[in-house]
């Protein structure tokens, strides 16, 4: 995939669809006096005014979004209470024990997140619709908004279930609640029904937007899930649909699995759909940094200001890893610590009788931690943070509100080629997928051995899936599909199949009376 400048395109788009909206400080003679109507008749405009539901997306880094919500629930991440007491707020233990109110402030944002997407898409094609001669161009960015509207769709009914269902910017009514058996058929006909107009091979333009390749990933995903879902089997739609992204030659894995999170990721051969983000340009930062460092190793990165963030790895989670691989040391930071020059991190641990300070070095325990902590406080050398996002350490980054520059790639070539091998295990077929060759190199590419026929599990293949995708937003379906969501971890109970669906946020089931609420809430 060649990449050229994609991200200062992107921006360029999102910046001209605020400036048009917002309808201040325009150049007169080419805004503020045009209609909507004209401004759509040039095609060349109509990525910039449908950005929104794009730029919308950027909220999924912030710390109470889908991304945090799903770190947590999953068992990858925990948020402790700080050995300074800090981040001991209810609604952090709630997430880890899976005990969650309707009245969870996560658990909103998230909803948030789906609906006021759903509701920007709704705007964007009712606007395009209503515009004048419907041409062939405008079709197309219909069907790519559509497409985006079923991606929102997907995620909140893979977190809720039932979803009150609205396309109709218009609509005035209470929308009505469709169960997921409803909208799962629903969102296949959407992406089914548009797919054909959207572009079919990924350039500079199509970075961070609707795609073919990105539509056959969200169908591939609700097949991979079809039967958690619906009932029913659906292994060999995923085994086709997979095969057919692997087969076009549109993307590949990265020789280094670093490069897909770099500062400048943005010219990662597995993107097929990326949130940009940018310090400069974007409105919603992805600030990880202040979520996940404490006060001590900020200063490693030379950052201005952290919240003394607690969000580490489950340290369950820590302890799959195998020694030799290379992802973990990628991902998180543990162990001893290192400045950016490769020098050894340290820390003052008080005085000696002779007043003299005590220098000791800066190691972090990432396996061997007491699960009382979550409530009680970590200790200063407890848990790993996260790196797997590397930080800027040009003094850019002096608080949470200035955005890290790295890319989020939401949907990445190498979960393509794990769904195509976990669909042939599930149809008996470990030897065929243990063959493949991508299959081979993100094992290798990760210091390890492939696998064997025999090596592959579905247990197995699950570690491989969170090993490889670690923090990457898919953790909690994974573990649902694989029948472990419910089981015992680190500082979480065993739990009872209700919380494979979150509760209806009480704020919105105020707000619409045909929301009804999810059995065991």
């Given amino acids: 995939m060649i990449v050229t400048d994609m991200k ?3 921006y360029l788009i999102s910046a001209a669809a605020v400036i048009f909206a917002a309808c201040t400080n325009l150049d007169e003679q080419i805004y503020s006096k045009m209609q909507k109507d004209e401004f759509l008749s040039d095609d060349a405009n109509l990525a910039r005014y449908t950005s929104r539901p794009y730029t919308l997306l950027q909220k999924w880094g912030v710390e109470q979004s889908m991304w945090t919500l799903i770190l947590q629930l999953s068992d990858e991440v925990a948020v402790p209470k700080s050995y300074d007491g800090s981040w001991g707020e209810p609604r952090y233990g709630e997430l880890q024990t899976h ?13 948030e997140f789906c609906f006021n997407g759903i509701a920007a898409c709704n705007d964007a094609i009712y606007a395009l619709e209503n515009s ?3 041409t062939d161009a405008k079709k197309k960015s219909i069907s790519e908004i559509k497409v985006l509207r079923a991606y929102y769709y997907l995620m909140a009914t893979d977190c809720w ?21 409803e909208i799962i058929p629903w969102i296949v006909s959407e992406i089914n029904g548009n797919i054909a107009r959207l572009d079919e091979v990924p350039s500079v333009e199509t970075y961070g937007r609707v795609t073919k390749d990105m539509a056959n990933f969200l169908l591939a995903k609700i097949y991979l899930n079809y039967q958690e879902w619906m009932g029913t089997a659906k292994w060999g739609e995923v085994e086709n649909i997979c095969k057919g992204i692997i087969d076009s030659k549109h993307f590949s894995l990265t020789a280094d699995y670093k490069e897909n999170f770099a500062i400048h990721n943005e010219g990662s051969t597995e993107a097929i759909f990326a949130v940009a983000h940018s310090s400069i340009y974007t409105k919603e930062a992805f600030y990880p940094f202040a979520i996940t460092l404490n006060a001590d190793l900020q200063k490693i990165w030379k950052i201005g ?6 969000f580490m790895g489950q340290p369950d989670f820590m302890a799959t890893y195998d020694p030799k691989d290379t992802r973990k040391a990628a991902s998180w930071l543990f162990g001893q610590v290192y400045d950016t020059n490769g020098k050894q991190w340290t820390y003052v641990s008080g005085n000696d009788e002779q007043g003299k300070p005590i220098v000791l070095p800066y190691i972090l325990e990432d396996v061997n931690i007491d699960e009382s902590k979550y409530v009680n406080g970590l200790s200063r050398l407890d848990g790993a943070r996260i790196i797997k996002w590397p930080y800027q350490s040009d003094g850019t980054l002096t608080s949470y509100q200035i955005s890290m520059e790295n890319d989020f790639i939401l949907m990445r070539y190498a979960d393509v080629v794990l769904m195509y091998v976990e669909a042939l295990v599930r149809q008996n077929r470990a030897a065929e997928a243990a063959a493949v060759e991508d299959f081979k190199t993100i094992r290798t590419r990760a210091g390890l051995q492939p696998m064997t026929a025999a090596d ?6 699950l570690l491989e899936r969170q090993h490889e995708l670690c923090m990457e937003g898919w953790s909690r379906q994974d573990l649902i599909r694989f029948g472990k969501y419910t089981r015992q971890w680190w500082a979480k109970p065993a739990c009872d199949d209700h ?3 979150l509760p209806i946020p009480e704020q919105m089931r105020g707000a619409n009376p045909n929301l009804g609420q999810n059995l065991g809430y």
Avoid: C, H
């Avoid at 609509?171 to 609640?177: G, H, I, N, R, V």
């Avoid at 200001?305 to 607690?310: A, C, E, I, R, V």
């Fill in 161 to 181: 279930g039932q979803v009150p269902y609205s396309v109709d910017k218009m609509e005035t009514d209470y929308p009505k609640t469709k169960t997921r058996q």
């Fill in 499 to 501: 919380v494979k669906l």
């Fill in 99 to 111: 005990a969650i109110p309707a009245s969870n402030k996560l658990v909103r944002t998230a909803w």
């Fill in 132 to 134: 004048g001669e419907l």
């Fill in 8 to 10: 200062k395109i992107f």
């Fill in 305 to 310: 200001d952290t919240w003394n963030g607690t």
């Fill in 456 to 461: 592959l599990t579905l247990d197995n293949l």
